[in-house]
């Protein structure tokens, strides 16, 4: 006899106990029964739940029922079949859910379909995702897109790259739509030669989300992305392209992408600043001792930023031909030895110092630099790296760090993806009065901003990632109290639209990429007295 039996004259503690060891034993006898509860409720919340919980168990372990009951009348259990078989991966449901899905008329239904033969992933689905690349509710078409991605099907394509080319022209660049979203992700996933070529070509897409999107994607393919990524690197090649380019092979990190960035400096390929900035940063990112003789040659550049950016690497690749090259550039004196040690300072390049600081001339010029700082971190930095060197010498110095100051008044953000510039940005906003946080992308920012720190000047990078410089901006705009807080955007680009969008989007000005420190503290100046 079915435990059912004369369920509904039962208890309330009874019925749920009896739904409870079904749910548990998952007893396929008693389908019939849940069955007639679940089409006829008792109208008791909790005992209808405990139901189609039990129902749920029983049904999760019966795959044939299940597959029958997709074409029942009553919608609601066709609707939970419809999610048992995704939710399970009932392989002998999808073509029955194909068919139910070619012949839906109802956009919610299809989308139970969709999403139910999305969750088991049969290749033999793939002709209705593909059919509804093009339909008008955008969730199934994300769904759809995302999905002949994951099925690698290279049919599918030319709807790809249209999707995102849509998203590149004059009416539409300004937003990122979860389809073209969805449709880079999906392109990445087909991984063929066409469909990463396009990715490529799309690095400097008009929108910023679309570009870190890109960016993104192709960062996770990883070392295939290399040889794509290669041909951006050419003699006529567009600055912003070969930045872009060089920023994603430095967050590859693979040797491979080393030899693409060396054997661009050694055709020439490298000449304007911003980029030659970023193949200098990346091959601090990448880190082999192959790169070593590639950044030392960044310590003879004019560029402020560039020889930070070598500085940064070489202290994490140091060997003594480095210790020995510095000593003699910094014990020959001149300019070029000063900014080494404003760079070895601002980077906070530590095991540099040390490798220094015993050499008497050259440990006092780095610490007369370190005193002469006016970040705290620095300072903070410094003290604790004497601390473990320790002696009388270390103690002498660390008598002579100043105490943080405790009367700061005026705050700034700055959010950049490059180490680099953050250290920079720290040595320029302290250097003018400022307490600065720094952030590596727009979400870490954001963070500070969550957690009710206010700020007087706000200075961020377009192109980032997690949360690019745009949708940053977008966000502060709509946070009460920086409504209208000065933001200052730095960046390389070089279309008019880049700075007529950010503009739209709450940016009061721009500052572009090369710049020295006095520009940047003219600009805040302009809003900051």
């Known amino acids: 006899m079915s435990i059912l039996s004369g369920f509904r004259d039962k208890s309330f503690l009874d019925k749920i106990t009896i739904l409870n060891d079904i749910a548990t034993s998952r007893d396929s006898g008693e389908l019939e029964g849940l069955l007639e509860l679940f089409n006829n409720p008792l109208g008791d919340t909790s005992v209808d739940y405990m139901v189609v919980t039990a129902l749920n168990g029983v049904l999760s372990s019966d795959e044939k029922s299940v597959v029958e009951r997709?074409?029942?009348?009553?919608?609601?259990?066709?609707?939970?079949?419809?999610?048992l078989s995704?939710?399970?991966?009932?392989?002998?449901?999808?073509?029955?859910?194909?068919?139910?899905?070619?012949?839906?008329n109802d956009p919610d239904m299809l989308f139970e379909e969709l999403t139910a033969l999305s969750r088991i992933g049969d290749p033999a689905a793939l002709s209705v995702f593909r059919d509804n690349l093009d339909n008008g509710e955008d969730l199934i078409r994300a769904l759809c897109i995302e999905m002949v991605g994951e099925l690698g099907d290279e049919d599918s394509i030319s709807e790809l790259k249209r999707i995102v080319e849509?998203?590149?022209?004059?009416?539409?660049?300004?937003?990122?739509?979860?389809?073209?979203?969805?449709?880079?992700?999906?392109?990445?996933?087909i991984g063929s030669?066409?469909?990463?070529?396009?990715?490529?070509?799309?690095?400097?897409?008009?929108?910023?989300?679309?570009?870190?999107?890109?960016?993104?994607?192709?960062?996770?393919t990883g070392e295939k992305a290399l040889s794509y990524l290669e041909k951006v690197f050419a003699e006529d090649a567009n600055p912003d392209d070969m930045i872009l380019a060089?920023?994603?092979i430095g967050f590859i990190r693979e040797k491979a992408g080393l030899d693409i960035l060396m054997d661009a400096l050694d055709k020439g390929y490298v000449n304007d600043a911003n980029v030659k900035y970023a193949v200098y940063e990346a091959l601090g990112r990448i880190g082999t001792m192959k790169g070593v003789i590639r950044l030392m040659d960044g310590l003879e550049d004019d560029d402020e930023l560039i020889m930070i950016a070598a500085v940064t690497g070489l202290d994490k690749l140091l060997n003594q031909g480095v210790v020995k090259k510095l000593s003699e550039v910094i014990g020959a004196g001149g300019s070029r030895a000063g900014k080494i040690i404003r760079a070895i300072v601002t980077a906070r390049a530590l095991n540099i110092f040390e490798s220094l600081y015993e050499e008497d001339k050259l440990g006092r010029f780095i610490m007369n630099a370190v005193v002469a700082s006016k970040?705290?971190?620095?300072?903070?930095?410094?003290?604790?790296?004497?601390?473990?060197i320790g002696g009388d010498n270390a103690a002498k110095d660390i008598a002579r760090l100043p105490e943080a100051e405790q009367d700061i008044n005026r705050r700034a953000l700055a959010a950049d993806?490059?180490?680099?510039?953050?250290?920079?940005?720290?040595?320029?906003?302290?250097?003018?009065?400022?307490?600065?946080?720094?952030?590596?992308n727009g979400q870490q920012a954001y963070d500070f901003v969550e957690q009710g720190t206010d700020f007087d000047i706000i200075i961020t990078d377009m192109n980032m990632p997690?949360?690019?410089?745009?949708?940053?901006?977008?966000?502060?705009?709509?946070?009460?109290?920086?409504?209208?807080?000065?933001?200052?955007?730095?960046?390389?680009?070089?279309?008019?639209?880049?700075?007529?969008?950010?503009?739209?989007?709450?940016?009061?000005?721009?500052?572009t990429k090369p710049f020295s420190p006095e520009q940047l503290r003219n600009k805040i100046a302009e809003y900051i007295s």
């Not at 074409?71 to 999610?83: F, Q």
């Not at 400097?204 to 960062?219: A, K, M």
């Not at 970040?375 to 473990?388: G, M, N, T, W, Y």
């Not at 993806?417 to 003018?432: C, E, P, Q, V, W």
Request: proline share 3%.
């Open 375 to 388: 970040d705290s971190e620095v300072h903070e930095a410094f003290r604790i790296k004497l601390q473990e």
């Open 166 to 189: 849509l998203n590149n022209s004059d009416e539409n660049y300004e937003v990122c739509d979860l389809t073209t979203w969805k449709a880079v992700e999906a392109l990445a996933a």
């Open 466 to 511: 997690v949360m690019d410089g745009m949708e940053l901006v977008s966000k502060l705009r709509n946070t009460p109290g920086f409504e209208d807080t000065p933001i200052i955007m730095v960046t390389t680009e070089s279309e008019t639209s880049q700075q007529s969008l950010a503009a739209k989007t709450g940016v009061t000005a721009f500052i």
């Open 417 to 440: 993806d490059s180490k680099s510039m953050l250290a920079l940005y720290r040595s320029i906003l302290t250097g003018s009065g400022f307490e600065p946080s720094v952030a590596e």
């Open 246 to 248: 060089a920023n994603v």
């Open 86 to 104: 995704g939710e399970f991966g009932f392989s002998s449901s999808v073509p029955k859910l194909v068919k139910m899905a070619e012949a839906e």
């Open 193 to 220: 030669d066409e469909a990463m070529a396009f990715i490529v070509e799309n690095l400097h897409h008009r929108n910023p989300t679309v570009r870190r999107v890109v960016t993104d994607s192709l960062v996770e």
């Open 70 to 83: 997709l074409d029942s009348g009553n919608a609601k259990l066709k609707t939970l079949c419809i999610r």
